[in-house]
T-cell receptor
Framework: AQSVAQPEDQVNVAEGNPLTVKCTYS??????LFWYVQYPNRGLQFLLK????DNLVKGSYGFEAEFNKSQTSFHLKKPSALVSDSALYFC???????????WGAGTKLIIKP | KAGVTQTPRYLIKTRGQQVTLSCSPI?????VSWYQQTPGQGLQFLFE???????NKGNFPGRFSGRQFSNSRSEMNVSTLELGDSALYLC???????????????FGPGTRLTVL
């Protein structure tokens, strides 16, 4: 069955430390992979995507994500966290064999000063 | 370009009533998706339209329906409202193409529906 897992409901990181928000997926076809962010009381915003090519993709606000085909993962990373990165992060996967866009449950990222 | 707009922004209804929400996508976008967001259930996919055709549908009861017009504007309708339908309803558009390019979604601010 198609699925996207964000195994951590919440991730706590101290400001200045590196952060990782995990995402693994299971789809039948080739995936298009996306990360979105929802800041408090604001709408969902696109962060970055992987379609093809280099496994490391860079996005907005200094975020990057690495596509790992063998581990079917697409973890979101940032070398140095900011308090303003505190938000809800969603991973989404498009299975291009059937158009299905599957969303993870979201991970709340809390950056402490 | 103007972003995705949703109307109304806030709505209060009573159980048993029906409601229609509207979404205007970014100009040129042919794909529109609808989501329900609640604190307990997170982001739940309702349906996706592309060029007036429903491309995908989530696991919601038949009380939830939608459509897309030739100008790509979309509406969703919820009939016989229940208390549990209280949520933020988000619309998103993307510049997907008929040749199979699937792009990122741009979200509107949402319609906050409260069912009393």
């Amino acid at each position: 069955a198609q699925s996207v897992a964000q195994p951590e409901d919440q991730v706590n990181v101290a400001e200045g430390n590196p952060l990782t928000v995990k995402c693994t997926y299971s789809v039948s076809g080739n995936p298009y992979l996306f990360w979105y962010v929802q800041y408090p009381n604001r709408g969902l915003q696109f962060l970055l995507k992987y379609i093809t090519g280099d496994n490391l993709v860079k996005g907005s606000y200094g975020f990057e994500a690495e596509f790992n085909k063998s581990q079917t993962s697409f973890h979101l990373k940032k070398p140095s966290a900011l308090v303003s990165d505190s938000a809800l992060y969603f991973c989404a996967v498009r299975d291009i064999s059937n158009y299905q866009l599957i969303w993870g449950a979201g991970t709340k990222l809390i950056i402490k000063p | 370009k103007a972003g995705v707009t949703q109307t109304p922004r806030y709505l209060i209804k009573t159980r048993g009533q029906q409601v229609t929400l509207s979404c205007s996508p970014i100009s040129g976008h042919r794909s529109v998706s609808w989501y329900q967001q609640t604190p307990g259930q997170g982001l739940q996919f309702l349906f996706e339209y592309f060029s007036e055709t429903q491309r995908n549908k989530g696991n919601f009861p038949g009380r939830f329906s939608g459509r897309q017009f030739s100008n790509s504007r979309s509406e969703m309708n919820v009939s016989t409202l229940e208390l549990g339908d209280s949520a933020l309803y988000l619309c998103a558009s993307s510049s997907d193409t008929t040749s199979g390019t699937y792009n990122e979604q741009f979200f509107g601010p949402g319609t906050r529906l409260t069912v009393l």
